[in-house]
C-alpha cells in the first residue's frame, strides 16, 4: 500500500505549556444559548404556575370593594384649640394618622359590629374560602396538631366557666379584630380626605360596613368634642370662681392696707413720691439760674477791669445786651461811632477836621456804656445772691421730702404688691370668664368637623381575584423559579459539550464529534470487505506467518460497527478525521502508526470507538491490528464475544506467539488480538510496561500499517499511563456531557508524557440537535445540518432515532 507522509513541526512544547483559561465573561450570545437550551426548565414551571393561576381564578370565590371618603377640616378639637390661640388651616401629618387608628379602633369597631348585627351574619362569620386556602389550611392544622396536642395542657380543677355575657363579649371582640384586619385606611394624596375601604365576598355587606364606619367616625368626632368641651367647661368653671374669690381679697386686702397707713396717692402715685419729684425738678432750674446768674457776674466784671479806653481800644466786643434796651442802645452807638472814625481816619487821616469831632463822640459813647455796664453788673451780683439763696431753700425742702418718703417706701412698697397682685387676677378672671362665655355658645350647638363627601354604594363588579393579576404573579413567579432552576443547572454544567471547551481544557486538538446511535435492521450497502486489498495483503504477506486461530474468524453481528453500516455517517467521518491526523503526527521512519484509544472515566464509548477506528482504517486499504489492552476489564474482547482461550496476557507472558492469537472480526476484515485474562489477575500494569509488550509493538510494526490498541481509563488506573512510552500517539475520547472539564484538565496536568503525544479528542455519544444549544450561531457545529447530503440521505435530520438512541452494549464499553 502506498501511503502519503506529512512532516510537521514539533508541537510538543506547546502541548507542555501549562493549560490556561481564557477569562470568564458572560456574552448575549452566551445567554441567548443557554435560554434556548434550557427553555423546557423555564416554560415547564410557567405552564404550571400558569395552570395553577388559572385553577386559583377558576375556585377563589369573587370579592366586592366598597369605598367611602371623608373629609376633615382643620379645626379637629376646636374647642382646646382655641384655648391655645392658635390657628392652622392645614391638618398635619399627625391628625391624619390620628384619624386612621381612630376609624380602626376597638370602639368603633365593636359599634360597627352591634349595629350591623355581624355575629350572626355568615358572610361575614364563615366567608367562603379559594380551594387554595382551604388546602393551606389544611397543611397547616395538620402541621400544628401534633404541636398543639404536645403544648396542650390540663385544665386545673375549679375553674371558672364563662357566663353568657363574656362569651358574647369574647366573640365581639374577635369579630372586631377581624373586622380591623380587613378595613384599609388611606389618605388621598396630599389632600385632607380620608379614604375607607373594605373587601368581603357579600357587596351589600361591604358598602353597610364602610357607611357605618363613616357615621361612627363622625359620631365619634362629635361624642370627642362634646366631651372635651365639657370637660373645659367644668374645668374653667371652677377656675373663674377661684379667682372671682381671689380678685375680691386681693383688692379688698390692699385697700385695707391703704387705709390702715394711711395712704394718699394721686394719680396713682402717693403724695410724698410726688413732693420729691416736684423738689428734684425745681432744684435743678435753681442750680440752672445760679450758673447763669454767676456767668453774667463774670462776664461783667471782666470787662469792668479793663475800664473806658479798653471799650475804646476793643470797641463793644464781649458786651452782651441781654434783655436792657438801654445797654443794647449804647453798645451800637459806639460801634458806629468807632466804624466812622476808623473810616475817617483811613480816607482822610488823623489830620481832619472831623476826626476829633468823631474821637470825642466816640469817648462820651464808651462813657456812657462804661456806666450802664457798671449797673448792670450790680444787677446781676443782686440775681446771684437770689439763685443762690433759693438752691439752699430748695436743698433743705428736698432733704425733709426725701427723710419722710424714706421712712414711708416700706409701706409703699408693700402697697404696690397688694395693688399689682389684685389687678392680675381681675385681668386673668375677665379672660377666662370671656372664655367661658364662648365655649358655652359652641356647647348650645356642636358641629361635626368631619363630613362625608362620598358614600358607599354596593358594588355592582368584583375587585378580586384579579385575572390580569393573578396571571402576571403566576408567570413571574414561573419565569422566577425557571431562571433558578436554569442558573441551578448551569451551575452544575461542568462537562464537555463543544470543541472550544475540548482546546480550553486539554490544550490539543479537537478532532470532531461522534454522535450517539443504536442498532438498526436497516443499513446502508457496503461493498464486501473480504474482496479487498487488505484481506489480499494479508492472504499474500501474513499467511505464512499468521496461524489460522483456533477459533478462526470470530463472527459478530455487523450492526454493531456502526462506521460499517454507514461509512457516509457523520461518525464515519469523525474517524476519517482522526486517521488523517494521525497519519500526520506520527513519524515516517516507524512503520506502523501505533495509535492508543482512552478516556479518563469507564463507560465512555473507548472502545467503540477503537473498533470503528479499526474498520474505518480497513476500508482504506490499511492493515490495522486492535489489540485490547485493557487488561483489568476487557469489554472490548467480551462484546467480541471473546470470553475463552489465550489472549494478549498469554502473549506478554511468553507462553505463545502472537501470531497464532490474532483473529479476524467477519465482515470487518478487522484483526485483533484479544484479551482473555485469567481470574483474579492483578499484575496488568507491569505486564503492559514489560519487554515482551515492547517486544510486540515492535514485531506488529513492521506486519500492519496501524496498530489501534484499546487502553484501559486514566483517571484512577495506571495501566494506560504504563503504556504511554510504547506508542507514538494517543487518542482521548471523551463522554459529551458526561465527561468533566476539570477532571480531563488535571489528568492531563499531571501527565507530561500524555500531553506529549496527545494526538487529540473526540466527543462520544454526542447528541448533535442539542448540539446546537451550546454553540455559537457564528461556529462550524451550528451548522452541521447543512451537511446531510455529504453524510446520506440530504433529508435525514440528526433527530432521526439511528443517529439519536445508543446501542445498549455501546455504552458497556
Known amino acids: 500500500m502506498r501511503q502519503t507522509q506529512f512532516k510537521f513541526a514539533d508541537t510538543s512544547n506547546d502541548l507542555e505549556r501549562p493549560i490556561s483559561k481564557p477569562p470568564e465573561t458572560v456574552t448575549l450570545g452566551q445567554l441567548t444559548r443557554i435560554l434556548r437550551r434550557r427553555r423546557w426548565s423555564i416554560i415547564v414551571p410557567v405552564a404550571i404556575l400558569g395552570i395553577l393561576g388559572i385553577i386559583y381564578l377558576a375556585t377563589t370565590p369573587r370579592s366586592y370593594l366598597a369605598n367611602s371618603l371623608l373629609l376633615l377640616d382643620a379645626n379637629i378639637s376646636r374647642s382646646i384649640e382655641q384655648l391655645g390661640a392658635s390657628e392652622s388651616n392645614n391638618l398635619s401629618e399627625s391628625a391624619l394618622e390620628d384619624a386612621r387608628l381612630i376609624i380602626r379602633s376597638d370602639r368603633i369597631s365593636q359599634s360597627v359590629v352591634k349595629e350591623l348585627d355581624l355575629l350572626d351574619n355568615p358572610s361575614f362569620t364563615s366567608p367562603p374560602s379559594s380551594l387554595f386556602s382551604r388546602l393551606i389550611g389544611g397543611a397547616i392544622n395538620t402541621i400544628r396538631t401534633p404541636i398543639n396536642w404536645l403544648r396542650s395542657k390540663p385544665e386545673p380543677s375549679g375553674t371558672n366557666t364563662l357566663t353568657p355575657e363574656q362569651i358574647t363579649a369574647a366573640r365581639q371582640d374577635l369579630a372586631a379584630r377581624a373586622l380591623q384586619a380587613r378595613i384599609d385606611v388611606g389618605r388621598v394624596g396630599r389632600s385632607s380626605v380620608i379614604s375607607i375601604s373594605y373587601e368581603s365576598y357579600d357587596p351589600a355587606m361591604s358598602a353597610a360596613i364602610v357607611n357605618s ?65 416736684q423738689l428734684n425738678a425745681e432744684m435743678a432750674n435753681a442750680v440752672s439760674d445760679v450758673a447763669r446768674a454767676r456767668a453774667r457776674v463774670d462776664t461783667y466784671n471782666q470787662i469792668i477791669a479793663g475800664g473806658v479806653q479798653a471799650l475804646v481800644d476793643g470797641g463793644s466786643t464781649g458786651v452782651g445786651g441781654g434783655s436792657d434796651p438801654a445797654l443794647q442802645q449804647a453798645r451800637d452807638t459806639l460801634t458806629d461811632s468807632l466804624a466812622m472814625l476808623n473810616q475817617i481816619k483811613t480816607n482822610f487821616g488823623e489830620d481832619h477836621p472831623q476826626y476829633k469831632v468823631v474821637q470825642r463822640q466816640v469817648q462820651a459813647a464808651a462813657e456812657r456804656l462804661f456806666t450802664l455796664l457798671k449797673q448792670g453788673s450790680a444787677q446781676a451780683k443782686s440775681d446771684l445772691s437770689s439763685a443762690e439763696a433759693k438752691v439752699d431753700a430748695l436743698k433743705n425742702s428736698l432733704g425733709l421730702a426725701i427723710d419722710s418718703d424714706t421712712s414711708s417706701g416700706t409701706v409703699e412698697v408693700q402697697y404696690s404688691a397688694l395693688q399689682q397682685r389684685a389687678d392680675t387676677l381681675s385681668t386673668l378672671y375677665q379672660a377666662f370668664l370671656t372664655k367661658f362665655q364662648e365655649i358655652e355658645q359652641q356647647k348650645s350647638f356642636p358641629v361635626s368637623n368631619v363630613r362625608i363627601l362620598t358614600k358607599a354604594d354596593v358594588p355592582r363588579n368584583p375587585v378580586g381575584p384579579s385575572t390580569k393579576r393573578a396571571l402576571a404573579i403566576s408567570i413571574v413567579l414561573g419565569l422566577i423559579i425557571g431562571m433558578m432552576i436554569t442558573a441551578w443547572q448551569e451551575w452544575r454544567e461542568r462537562f464537555l459539550r463543544t470543541s472550544d471547551d475540548v482546546q480550553d481544557e486539554t490544550g490539543g486538538p479537537f478532532l470532531g464529534y461522534l454522535p450517539e446511535f443504536e442498532t438498526s435492521a436497516q443499513s446502508e450497502p457496503v461493498r464486501s470487505i473480504t474482496s479487498t486489498a487488505v484481506f489480499q495483503n494479508l492472504r499474500d504477506g501474513l499467511a505464512e506467518n499468521i496461524s489460522k486461530p483456533r477459533n478462526g474468524s470470530h463472527s459478530t453481528s455487523e450492526s454493531a460497527i456502526y462506521a460499517v453500516r454507514h461509512p457516509r455517517s457523520f461518525f464515519a467521518e469523525t474517524l476519517r478525521s482522526v486517521r488523517l491526523a494521525a497519519e500526520i503526527r506520527a513519524p515516517v521512519e516507524t512503520g506502523a502508526i501505533v495509535l492508543g484509544v482512552t478516556s479518563a472515566r469507564p463507560e465512555e ?52 506467539p502472537w501470531r497464532n492469537l490474532v483473529r479476524e472480526v467477519e465482515g470487518t476484515g478487522v484483526h485483533i488480538l484479544p484479551c482473555i485474562p485469567p481470574n483474579g489477575f492483578t499484575h496488568s500494569a507491569e505486564l503492559l510496561s514489560s519487554r515482551g509488550m515492547r517486544e510486540l509493538i515492535a514485531e506488529v510494526r513492521s506486519e500492519f500499517d496501524f496498530v489501534i490498541i484499546d487502553l484501559a481509563p486514566l483517571g484512577a488506573i495506571v495501566d494506560a499511563r504504563a503504556m504511554i512510552p510504547n506508542l507514538d500517539t494517543v487518542l482521548l475520547v471523551a463522554s459529551w456531557g458526561k465527561t468533566p472539564k476539570l477532571m480531563l484538565n488535571r489528568i492531563l496536568s499531571a501527565n507530561a508524557a500524555l500531553r506529549e503525544r496527545l494526538l487529540g479528542t473526540v466527543l462520544n455519544r454526542v447528541d448533535m440537535e442539542d448540539l446546537r444549544d451550546f454553540v455559537d450561531v457564528s461556529s462550524t457545529e451550528a451548522y452541521f445540518e447543512d451537511y446531510n447530503g455529504y453524510f446520506g440521505d440530504p433529508g435525514k435530520s440528526w433527530d432521526k432515532p439511528e443517529m439519536r438512541g445508543t446501542n445498549t452494549n455501546t455504552r458497556n464499553n
Open 213 to 277: 364606619l363613616a357615621e361612627g367616625y363622625i359620631a365619634d368626632v362629635l361624642n370627642a368634642n362634646f366631651e372635651a368641651t365639657e370637660r373645659t367647661t367644668n374645668w374653667m368653671q371652677d377656675r373663674l370662681t377661684e379667682l372671682q374669690n381671689q380678685a375680691q381679697q386681693a383688692a379688698l386686702n390692699a385697700e385695707t392696707f391703704r387705709a390702715e397707713h394711711g395712704l394718699v396717692s394721686s394719680r396713682g402715685v402717693s403724695m410724698t413720691k410726688d413732693s420729691v419729684v
Open 605 to 656: 464509548g473507548k472502545s467503540t470507538v477503537s473498533l470503528n477506528l479499526a474498520a474505518v482504517l480497513n476500508m482504506s486499504n490499511a492493515r490495522v491490528l486492535l489489540i485490547d489492552s485493557d487488561i483489568r476489564r476487557p469489554g472490548l474482547s467480551q462484546r467480541l464475544d471473546f470470553r475463552h482461550g489465550d489472549g494478549l496476557v498469554e502473549v506478554l507472558a511468553g507462553r505463545a
